[in-house]
């Protein structure tokens, strides 16, 4: 048994051994003798382009075959160069690091497909899966230098279909032949193609909002968006075509065929007509559209309709092979027309370029004029634009229309017929006719110079009736310029031309917020979180101040209206100290300052008439005699009550408006407040020092008259009680218990009323806001009576007109 499991594992051959290893060392001289520029040029992988720079100039310099007579130095010259070209390129470099790539024309990893393959090298990615790709997709590979440069600008004349992918991605694999038929299928008619490797190129995946594989992104017009439905063929077809703006192609029958050919006259575009049998618009038909959509009109007419025989009948279209008809000046006669079984989108390319612009276009925008009219870059590729300058009025129609039989019969290469309206384009027909009104239309010939706008003309003297004798001026005029391009003897810098074509401001930013709404709609409903929280957290923000600022502002209770706490008593011994009188306010001062507002009559209308409901504004009466000193006294007494938003404070001059305080005080409604109080008020024409609590909103105020502070506090007291003010009594009340009780009260106010006049009279001015602190807290408990008015008198001391709020 022993000898027979000796001879099932018999010993290794040396020789095998020996050629297995031998095949190895081989492999391994040429893996490691293999190409690198980085050695060529003695730097390392991580040396900067300057230092490649640096290098390379010391090598060239060293081996160029002009100064290097050694056998191997052109080689060497040719290897040094080879190597710099592939360093200096940052797209062919990073192509080296990663995949090994020499020839630009190479597929990524080939190099390391093929040593991979062969057995013999092994590099850190071994076991990576994208070594295990198909690669004949690594055409579609994307960098993000390649997609900012190419891809990117390009989005805005085809859309793109752009797979995410990354290693070990076994979702990739089911996706994988639906994504190559949906290529083999989109590809042919347009559509661009693209792969991002979401391990090699993060910067890319980040920018575009790819953050997982595998993701089927749409790119149209710089804007990405992401599909989400189950990758099917048709599904991914649909895809590209929603990515497409919905009015790129027009429907057309009998009763809107007339009206889409004259339109060239607005849009300045010739007009294609596509006759096909099937109801929906090709696709390959939109994308062409696309790409030419700021060039051509498109329309599409379908030959089953019955309501387009008419349309059938009059260019002679009887069969179901689709036909393409391109119109320009000419409504009834297409210029050109191609018809085949299979139109795909190379021969609809190049039919749609060869016919871009119409006969005589007009110069809408700058763009126009540098594709029309481009600026002279050698002597053979000379172009001379015989730009007509006219209206669009009727009286113009017959010379325009001239001007346009003249180009179609003197058509040639280096000739460019163009026309502007001199009414749309001012500044480029002021710079070429300068101090000159076109009357009739007048016939200029340019060439282009420079890019910052010089150019060298010549203008048609005569101007252009269209008449055979300014068809003969103006052909002799071309064939001079052709044969001395000196015979443009006048030069001018012209301005950019006004884009005539440009959308209103109002229309373009409503596209673009639909476009994000959209956009943002999307990301909201497929959860792409990562993207959206910014614009959440701004929104939530704007939301927040938006309602913490005005909301609760507009809905929170006036001051007035709010039950506040009664005062807490005091020492009768305190009650004069204004440090005392301070603490009593309930909210400190904000300023150090109080700001006290003249009213006149600018102000008085925003400061009482139209006060905001729960406002207070306490007016100081005074007079130019007394103005300083009152308004000092008023500041101090009423500072530590500046510290809330609901009161504000002016003072009324009553020099200025000497009939506003007797009629504001015989205004008042209540039978109680014409006593012998106001009549004495009345009769004195010295208000100075008398301060007013005015609502303007519910019309009532509260008055303080001077008080002499020798005076026994009681009677003080009464004298403030007596305070005048305006409400309405409660209607609890009744009416006989209210009329005796305001005679009561009149009488008993008459007595006091006297007695403190005539005290008064002797007080001194900076003694008359004494009490003003007392009669301050209590009007911030609303314990002062008050006293209604039907509407505020006027401050015009002529007219006592009241003013309504």
């Not at 990576?128 to 590979?141: E, G, P, T, V």
């Not at 994308?287 to 009059?314: C, E, K, P, S, W």
């Not at 092979?321 to 989108?345: C, R, S």
């Not at 009260?745 to 403190?756: A, E, F, L, N, T």
Request: hydrophobic share 35%; net charge neutral; charged share 25%.
């Amino acid at each position: 048994m022993t000898a027979g499991r000796n001879r099932r594992h018999p010993e290794p051959c040396p020789l095998a051994l020996a050629i297995f290893l031998l095949v190895f060392t081989q492999r391994l001289v040429e893996t490691t003798s293999r190409y690198d520029p980085y050695k060529v040029l003695g730097v390392s992988r991580s040396a900067s382009q300057a230092e490649v720079k640096k290098a390379y100039k010391n090598l060239a310099k060293e081996w160029h075959p002009d100064k290097n007579k050694d056998p191997i130095a052109e080689d060497m010259f040719i290897r040094v160069s080879k190597s710099y070209e592939i360093l200096s390129n940052e797209e062919r470099r990073a192509n080296f690091d990663r995949y090994g790539q020499i020839d630009e024309n190479e597929p990524y990893g080939q190099s390391q497909r093929q040593h991979f393959q062969n057995g013999f090298y092994f590099d850190e990615s071994f076991f990576h899966y994208s070594r295990f790709r198909d690669f004949a997709d690594s055409k579609y590979f994307l960098h993000h230098a390649q997609f900012n440069s190419d891809v990117l600008p390009d989005s805005h004349k085809r859309p793109y279909l752009i797979k995410v992918t990354s290693d070990w991605c076994f979702a990739c694999i089911h996706i994988e032949p639906v994504w190559k038929e949906t290529v083999q299928e989109l590809e042919p008619l347009g559509v661009g193609i693209g792969i991002v490797d979401l391990g090699y190129e993060p910067r890319l995946a980040n920018q575009l909002g790819a953050h997982h594989a595998p993701s089927i992104i749409g790119l149209v017009n710089g804007r990405v968006s992401f599909f989400h439905q189950a990758v099917v063929r048709e599904h991914l077809r649909q895809f590209v075509e929603d990515l497409l703006p919905q009015n790129l192609v027009e429907k057309i029958t009998d009763d809107n065929y007339q009206h889409f050919l004259d339109s060239w006259h607005v849009g300045n575009k010739p007009n294609v007509l596509l006759f096909d049998k099937d109801f929906n618009v090709p696709i390959v038909y939109k994308l062409t559209a696309f790409a030419f959509r700021d060039y051509i009109h498109f329309g599409y007419v379908d030959q089953g309709d019955t309501h387009n025989i008419q349309l059938l009948r009059q260019f002679n279209i009887n069969s179901y092979i689709p036909i393409m008809l391109l119109f320009k000046e000419d409504t009834k006669n297409p210029v050109d027309i191609i018809q085949a079984e299979g139109l795909n989108w190379k021969i609809m390319d190049v039919f749609v370029s060869n016919n871009k612009f119409l006969q005589v276009p007009r110069l809408v925008n700058q763009q126009l004029f540098d594709e029309l009219c481009p600026i002279k870059q050698f002597h053979r590729r000379r172009k001379y634009c015989v730009l007509l300058i006219t209206n669009d009025d009727n009286a113009f129609f017959a010379q325009n229309k001239a001007f346009l039989d003249f180009a179609m019969f003197n058509r040639k290469e280096v000739l460019r017929f163009v026309y502007v309206y001199q009414h749309r384009q001012q500044p480029l027909c002021q710079a070429l006719l300068p101090n000159q009104a076109v009357v009739s239309p007048q016939v200029v010939i340019l060439e282009r110079r420079s890019p910052a706008g010089k150019v060298l003309y010549r203008s048609v003297i005569g101007g252009w009736n269209g008449s055979e004798e300014d068809k003969s001026r103006l052909l002799e005029h071309l064939e001079l310029v052709q044969k001395d391009p000196t015979y443009l003897t006048s030069d001018a810098t012209l301005p950019e031309l006004n884009n005539e074509m440009a959308p209103f401001f109002l229309i373009e930013w409503l596209n673009a917020a639909r476009d994000h709404f959209h956009q943002m709609y999307n990301e909201l409903l497929y959860s792409n979180w990562q993207k959206m929280m910014p614009i959440l957290s701004l929104m939530f923000s704007a939301l927040f101040i938006f309602f913490g600022t005005v909301i609760i502002q507009a809905f929170s209770e006036p001051g007035e209206n709010k039950p506040q706490k009664p005062a807490p008593k005091e020492q009768p011994q305190a009650n004069d100290d204004p440090s005392s009188r301070s603490t009593t306010s309930s909210r400190p001062p904000k300023k150090d300052f109080v700001e006290v507002t003249e009213l006149t009559n600018v102000t008085y209308t925003s400061n009482l008439v139209k006060l905001r409901p729960g406002h207070i504004n306490v007016v100081l009466v005074l007079t130019n005699a007394s103005k300083n000193a009152l308004l000092c006294k008023f500041a101090k007494e009423v500072f530590s009550f500046s510290g809330t938003q609901t009161i504000h404070f002016s003072f009324l001059n009553a020099d200025k408006h000497l009939h506003w305080m007797p009629s504001l005080l015989r205004s008042c409604s209540d039978t109680s407040c014409r006593g012998s109080h106001f009549d004495e008020d009345e009769d004195s024409s010295d208000y100075s020092g008398h301060v007013l609590a005015m609502n303007g909103y519910k019309k009532y105020f509260c008055h303080f008259r001077p008080v002499f502070t020798g005076d026994d506090l009681s009677d003080a007291s009464s004298v403030s009680e007596s305070s005048f003010c305006s409400e309405n009594r409660r209607k609890s009340r009744s009416r006989s218990r209210s009329s005796s009780g305001s005679r009561s009260r009149s009488r008993d106010d008459g007595s006091r009323s006297k007695r403190g006049s005539t005290r008064a009279t002797s007080i001194e001015v900076h003694h008359k806001l004494d009490r003003l602190g007392l009669w301050m807290e209590r009007l911030m408990e609303g314990t002062l009576p008050r006293w209604q008015v039907p509407s505020w008198p006027s401050l015009n001391d002529a007219e006592n007109i009241p003013t309504e709020s």
